[in-house]
């Protein structure tokens, strides 16, 4: 199992960044990196972006906004509330 990083923006760009960087939002949120846990070994970083593009947060709507998510819970069509 493997964690890979993950930063997003408002252009819905997706893209696989160095482990050192802290989940957060930036730039007004405009930027957004979150961490993805338990990735199987197998599984590339090409799939696990379609994923986590295919997967709705809407954490946000309860001024909670989760910075770190499981491989499990990524899926298309998934939507992740809480």
Not at 12 to 34: K, L, W
Request: with cysteine; hydrophobic share 35%; aromatic share 8%.
């Amino acid at each position: 199992m493997k964690s890979k990083i993950i930063k997003t923006n408002v252009q819905t760009d997706y893209s696989i960044i160095m482990n050192r960087a802290i989940p957060g939002n930036y730039d007004d949120a405009r930027i957004q990196v979150r961490t993805i846990n338990n990735i199987p070994d197998d599984i590339s970083d090409k799939k696990l972006l379609h994923l986590f593009d295919c997967t709705v947060d809407l954490t946000w709507l309860l001024s909670t906004t989760r910075l770190t998510f499981d491989y499990d819970e990524l899926g298309e069509g998934v939507i992740i509330k809480c």
